[in-house]
């Protein structure tokens, strides 16, 4: 391959001059922070949505009332230890990107195992409440039962569902591609030098993360 | 003086070639094969979306009688060939929709920044070629998708291509369930394919330039395209946003924009406009990028003023995000937030201002050569200044009040994407054709094709400023259902016929363009005389594109410079003593 | 000129005036920037031999057309506001205005009078379709509301437009007709395949004419 595919370092022009442009970075990794502005984008548009329907409309189901008082459907203690495992996978993210960097490979296959873990429980507890939800009655179009009594009913459904559902379907994406990084892992894929796969999925795996610990606190938690 | 002439590296390919037809043509990962598919492909939407305008303009120009060729439609959009009012809106919507998304917007971006980012940075090809070819056979699927959904049950689409809920949110307003979805899904996946090709656009303008490519040696036209790219990295996904949510409101039962649900109508319109008004500004940077090139080229001349040039660009991108209330001002949205939005939409008219100006000034002392490609980015000058100065009728939020959603509106888009962007786009493939195909295109044909297009597409679009000043509503299937619109019915007869000729002299271009591919005069390195990178490779481009990393000495505008004896002094030659580095500053 | 409709109400004239105000500004710019361009694409033409000068810019022709069109633009903003605020603004709308209700659907206007007692929802309101009887020289205080889609309110010759939207409550449109005479009621949103034939009449009639009119109606 031609050396200038993978230029990333600075090209000292003769006569000294640094005239050598781009940044310091690798073209995957500054590709994944690229990618990552659109994802912010896209939240963007399903947050602020929801953020223009709820203030800009009527009565909302908060979070401390009882359901039957037409307070919110939905179960913040489930939820708020899911979101205890995902912030504990993005831990483990870390730290296997840190056992790579000093070479641990076993390290490295650990902690990838354990983020996989953690987030596929994350994905099966979400599918749980999502359940119990539905055979309560609150869909994206909630039952007349329910829309009597809860307020604003279904643009809660419609909020709720959207924006944790594609929240869902990128940690869904993220267990996957962990998986596929843990696999090269155990192949031997990864070393001290070599290791801009675990770095990159990373950077996706914390952004994730961090949609989350927002989308908890606006959807769950106010 | 030095001279500039064995502008050429050494030719030897420094990479593999790809073998077998289907890697080299079909599947390929070579940015210029992959430009080259995407200009057929948007040549080909071009044309549908034309031929969509022409059934609209015959139904306006001749309403209620049978459309030429029509018997042969189904009943369901024109028994015994009598266009029915749902076809009508069914045919606007995918003009529009055919045209932005799947002809101007690619054509300026998903050609030109494929096909000229890598050549004019001196790289070999983009950061992530194998996303590149993915993001165009999305790109196909997506328009695939679109098209299937003109002769699906039902219809397409008709609720216009801004889709305004709730009309488009509900399938018993318009009658079209599958059409509208079908919309939607093909705008998913067309959201798709922009996110693949600007995170590519953007990673190589930032990682992937030459030694000594800096910033403020890019040439316009690349500047115009990483900003371009970066508009619509934000603002493609919130459309995805947008649509998504529309689609949950017709399938899954959400309520989003649906007042029966709690949920807000206008909601849809701050999205797709906070998407729109940088989409808008997706479909004419890349084009005033180009002619920046152009007119520099053909006037001979260093572009005038490249730095306020540069901040011009970004100046429009920054204020193109606050804007979008623009197209609501009618919409019902509190009338003091009219103001601000008059305000800063009055602003952007100040980097345009800057740019029509900076090119008069380009061309001003210059040695200005009428070949076709400049023929086309003199008319966008022309045209430009025509569609941003009636963009002031519509700033203001008075005069708004009676324009809006009239003709005047129509004339207004249309000065701006055809009168703008389409005769850029014209000027870029005349321009760069060489190097796409290693042959010229012929010049006199093209000099006529120019001279049809120009005259016919004024007599098409001026008269609607003229529609749009009485008051004649657009998206109105049959005009002459109003009293006050009677004495307009010659105008539209008059502006449909200029349309169909205009249409017509299409052929002229569509007959050039495919006769020099194969027997076009060969041309040869640098036909233009031309100061970019990507007229030191031969044409056309070979793959991997430098046998030898070019390095770069100096801003691509240097025209005319005192220094030499020709008119052109190339970025990647070096003059006495700046192989030593006196070149690599500023 | 007559490029215009038929102005007939109050603000029409200060609208069209506005309207001209930007038709003769841009219009000076248009003579000017093409007329230069044509000049230099004669001037300039390209001659063999030749070079051309070598100028990269001049900042103070830059500044100084930075700086004109910044003041024109901002001197239109401030002219429109004015007429913007006195047709749109909610807190001018005049106290002593007649008031009628007019409820779009697919595809059809339907007004909505009061009656006698000048109140709705009382058992004396009557509705007309397609049809809005004004009498001149009073203001209309038209409270707008659509069953279904968009729609958008637009009488031509009073120079007011107004989106319709469904679920959005106290929506409101003002006119005064200034003369006599029936003009058109147009919906510029489009709202369906109904949309260009979705057309009403708005009879603006003398004072006591209307009166006679209403006394009808009961």
Known sequence: MNEA????????????????????????KLGMWVFLTSEIMFFTSLIGAYIILRFGGGAWALPAVPLSEGGSPLNIQLTALNTFLLICSSVTMVKAFASIEHGDQKGLRLFLVLTVLLGATFVGIQIVEYTVLAHEGFLPHCSAELAAVVPSCHLFGSTFYTMTG???LHVTIGVLCISWVTVKAFRGGYSKENHGGVEVVGLYWHFVDLVWIILFTIVYLI | MATVEAVAGPVAHAHHEETGFIRRYIF???????GIQFLFTCLFFLAVGGLLAMMIRWQLGFPGKPLPGGSGLPDTMAPQGIMLPEFYNALLTMHGTFMVFFAIMPL??????????????????????????ASFWVFVLSGIVMLASLFVEGGAAGAGWTAYAPLSAVPEYTGVSLGQQLWIVSIILFAASSLLGSVNYITTVINMRAPGMTLLRMPLSIWSLFITAILALLAVPILAGAVIMLLFDQTIGTTFFLPEGGGQPLLWQHLFWFFGHPEVYILILPAMGIVSDVLANGSRKPIFGYHSMVFAIIAIAFLGWIVWGHHMFQSGMNPLLGTSFMVSTMAIAIPSAIKVFNWLGTMWRGNIQFNTPMLNAIAFVAMFTIGGLSGIFMASNSVDIFIHDTYFIVAHIHYVLFGGSLFAIFAAIYFWFPKMFGRMMNETWGKIHFALTFVLYNLVFFPMHVLGMGGHMRRIYDPTQYDFLQRFQGTNTFISISAFLLFTAQFVFLINFLWSMFKGKKAELNPWRDNGLEWTVPSPAPHGNFAVT??????????????VEEDFLPQNVPLDGERAGVGAEG | MDWLPTAASTYAADLDRMFYIILVIT??????????????????????????EYIEGSTRAEVIWTVTPAVIV?????????????????????????????????????????????????????????????????PVVVHLSSEDVIHSFFVPAFRIKQDVVPGMNGLRAWFEATEVGVFE???AELCGLGHYRMRARVFVHPQDEYELWMAEQS
């Open chain 1, 166 to 168: 594609f929240h869902g």
């Open chain 2, 550 to 563: 070019p390095t770069v000495y100096r801003g691509p505008y240097e025209f005319s410079s005192p220094l």
């Open chain 2, 28 to 34: 390929s990962t070579d940015h210029k094969v992959i």
């Open chain 2, 108 to 133: 300026l971006v998903g050609v030109y920044a494929n096909f000229l980012i890598p050549l004019k940075l001196g790289a070999p090809d983009m950061a992530f070629p194998r996303l590149n070819m």
């Open chain 1, 5 to 28: 595919v993978v230029m990333s370092g600075s090209v000292v022009m003769p006569g000294g001059v640094s005239a050598e442009p781009g940044m310091r970075v690798y073209n995957q």
């Open chain 3, 74 to 138: 901002l001197g239109l903003a401030i002219a429109s506001q004015g007429v913007w605020r006195d047709i749109k603004d909610p807190d001018r709308f005049p106290a002593d205005a007649i008031e009628v209700s007019v409820q779009a659907s697919q595809f059809e206007w339907n007004v909505t009078y009061p009656g006698a007692d000048g109140v709705f929802g009382t058992d004396d309101d009557f509705t007309r379709r397609n049809q809005l009887h004004v009498p001149v020289g009073q």
């Open chain 3, 185 to 187: 009621l147009a919906c």
């Open chain 3, 27 to 52: 219009g000076i710019i248009f003579v000017g920037v093409e007329g230069t361009l044509l000049y230099f694409l004669i001037k300039y033409r390209g001659r063999r031999g030749r070079k051309a």
